[in-house]
């Protein structure tokens, strides 16, 4: 990727967003989050330069960042920001969104609303005949231990268990 990059720098070519958009995701995958969303708003700033229309894929791990580098507005914004994408592109509204959005009230301790939204990502999930993400379990899980459910924090444990043997 850094390759390709490069070859568009030489060539006077601007940066291709999607490109950068690759390298954003494989740096979050590695856990640089901090340079992951350097790349994530570079490739922002050429979407809005250009006219193209955003890759739904980029506020979704703007958000994911976000919530990494704790800071949970911003995410929350991101999400917002992937749904309305979502919405003008006439696309499903994807489950991550949704799941991210789960992630961000368990740090912020607002269980009630997490356990709506993994229950949006799950029901979100099987409408679009997706496999169900082991995250939604496991993030269930947390919020049944913080609310004291302990036998519900154990099945949905066993949950995301068998999900990831599938």
Do not use: W
């Not at 506020?59 to 976000?66: D, E, I, R």
């Not at 920001?81 to 592109?89: E, G, V, Y």
């Not at 999930?125 to 519900?152: C, T, W, Y």
């Amino acid at each position: 990727m850094l390759a390709s990059e490069q070859q568009l720098r030489e060539a006077g070519q601007p940066a291709d967003p999607e490109l950068l958009l690759r390298r954003a995701k494989h740096l979050n995958e590695m856990r640089n989050f901090s340079e992951s969303l350097t790349a994530c708003e570079e490739a922002q700033a050429i979407y809005a330069e250009s006219g193209r229309v955003e890759n739904v894929l980029l506020p979704m791990l703007l958000a994911g960042n976000f919530t990494q580098l704790g800071r949970r507005d911003e995410s929350l914004a991101a999400c917002d920001r992937a749904a309305q994408l979502c919405m003008k592109q006439n696309l499903p509204m994807h489950p991550r969104i949704a799941l991210e959005r789960g992630r961000i009230f368990i740090a912020l301790g607002r269980y009630e609303e997490a356990l709506e939204a993994l229950s949006e990502s799950e029901r979100l999930h099987k409408e679009q005949g997706m496999p169900m993400s082991p995250s939604i379990e496991s993030n269930r899980s947390q919020v049944f231990i913080a609310l004291g459910r302990h036998e519900d924090a154990l099945a949905a444990f066993t949950n995301s268990e068998r999900l990831c043997k599938k």
